[in-house]
């Protein structure tokens, strides 16, 4: 686990902001690829997610390194929204 304070990049963020985040961000399928957990491969939600996780804490740990080295790219996604893609119906 961390440490606990103002200076922890994961002070003051859940593990069910972590999760739904990256979910957001990655897709449910993708996260099952980089994190070969269960709970991200066989019907996933947030809240089945959330139970494996708060009581396995090598899972966790992985969860919290992928949030922390995906917040600039996360970061880079708010700033930046990709472009709509065009309709293709449209004249």
Known sequence: MHAAGP???????T???MVTQLQAH??????GR?????????????KSSLQFLRKTPW?????????LDSLPD????????????PDEMAP
């Not at 200076?7 to 963020?13: C, Q, S, T, V």
């Open 7 to 13: 200076k922890n990049p994961l002070h003051g963020i």
């Open 15 to 17: 593990l069910e902001m």
């Open 26 to 31: 990655y897709g449910w399928e993708m996260l």
């Open 34 to 46: 980089m994190i070969k957990i269960n709970c991200f491969n066989w019907q996933p939600s947030v």
């Open 59 to 67: 899972a966790r740990q992985k969860v919290e390194e992928l949030y």
């Open 74 to 85: 996360m970061k880079a996604a708010k700033d930046h929204p990709a472009p709509a893609e």
